[in-house]
């Protein structure tokens, strides 16, 4: 016996522009170029990837958990089905608090020619379903309070500021059951097949 948790593992999930694809390795070479600004760091801090090292850190991803087991990894690269091209990520860090119950960390970034178009309230909403779907209760975000686009984000998946702030950033909070009534399932498949890998 163990006392490691189980962790769900990701799974492709469609939604009408986007299909969420797992996590792999071979997803660096193409990402790189999409995560390669600065832009993306003004909030987060930090500075782009070289490709060596996006290749280290979704190798570490990939694995599904934490290093001691005791956080699930679920990560997810959105892709455009009009064109096949990666457009960002989305991200869920999973925890069973000692309340109990099932909770994830939610994260996204959008690559900066492909912001304002809503794929990343598209790409959220889609993985808090398929979250929903494995039993996660409970939802959170850490989320700058100027950063507009992600609290807009956060707010669409039912989530609200709280007073805790951790390096700069309010957790935002929220049930499972404060997602619209569209998200609690399986979004719908796009007529259009995803692209090959």
Not at 58 to 82: I, V
Not at 159 to 187: F, H, K, N, S, Y
């Amino acid at each position: 016996m163990t006392d490691t948790p189980l962790w769900p593992s990701a799974t492709p999930v469609p939604t009408a522009r986007l299909c969420l694809e797992p996590l792999r390795v071979g997803h660096a070479r193409e990402a790189v170029a999409v995560l390669d600004d600065v832009r993306l760091h003004e909030w987060t801090g930090g500075t782009p990837c070289t490709l060596d090292e996006l290749a280290a850190k979704y190798r570490r991803q990939s694995a599904g958990r934490s290093p001691d087991g005791r956080h699930g990894w679920l990560n997810w690269m959105l892709r455009r089905l009009a064109d096949g091209r990666l457009v960002g990520t989305v991200q869920a860090t999973l925890s069973r608090p000692e309340r109990g119950g099932l909770e994830a960390e939610l994260a996204w970034v959008i690559g900066v020619p492909h912001q304002g178009r809503g794929y990343g309230g598209e790409g959220a909403l889609a993985m808090a379903g398929w979250l929903r779907d494995q039993g996660v209760a409970a939802l959170t975000a850490h989320i700058h309070p100027g950063h507009r686009a992600s609290a807009g984000i956060a707010r669409a998946l039912g989530l609200r500021p709280t007073d805790r702030v951790d390096e700069g950033e309010v957790l935002w909070r929220g049930p499972v059951t404060a997602l619209p009534a569209r998200t609690a399932r399986t979004p719908r498949t796009s007529r259009r097949p995803a692209p090959p890998p």
